[in-house]
């Protein structure tokens, strides 16, 4: 058993307890993007490691709300203590994420029409696809992160899915 808290989730402060979208970021809705968004945030929630590298004003701990948004083709991330007190805003260039996203709405798009007739086979095929673009998604929102914020995973997963819901267009 590992003793690293991004491992085991034995840091509970070092956590995300509220996580919302600002409204006027999200272009297009469909009832698939606006399930993708509640899942996301809901296991988002329930399990996740964040642990800023930043020195905030009394040493605050955690937990975190997050605020993301668009901001002039880039991600903003609003980090708030759990009383809702400003912290820091995170900014991360999207322009290395522009391939991965644009490849992963692609197969997400072969995906779902695969669904409605594809043999279970090419299904599996399509969505091994997909898993593989959005863990790639995944690490590199990671190394983006890192001089700013640790995360796990499995939150980097979540948090690439709530990045894409954000980047769809109409």
Do not use: W
Request: glycine share 4%; proline share 5%; hydrophobic share 40%.
């Amino acid at each position: 058993m590992s003793d690293d808290p991004a491992e085991t989730g034995t840091e509970s402060t070092q956590r995300i307890c509220d996580l919302r979208l600002d409204e006027k970021s999200i272009i297009r809705r469909n009832p698939d993007i606006e399930h993708e968004r509640r899942v996301a945030i809901f296991d988002l929630l329930e399990e996740n490691y964040f642990a800023p590298k930043a020195d905030y004003a009394a040493s605050y701990p955690g937990p975190y709300k997050l605020v993301l948004r668009m901001e002039d083709n880039r991600l903003a991330m609003d980090i708030m203590t759990a009383d809702d007190v400003g912290l820091e805003t995170i900014v991360l260039p999207l322009t290395p994420f522009r391939r991965i996203i644009k490849e992963y709405f692609l197969i997400c798009d072969s995906y779902f029409k695969a669904i409605k007739s594809a043999s279970p086979r090419q299904i599996e095929a399509i969505d091994m696809g997909r898993r593989g673009l959005h863990n790639e998604g995944s690490e590199l929102l990671r190394e983006r992160l890192a001089d700013k914020v640790e995360v796990d995973f499995d939150t980097a997963r979540r948090l690439f899915t709530l990045l894409c819901v954000l980047q769809i267009r109409g």
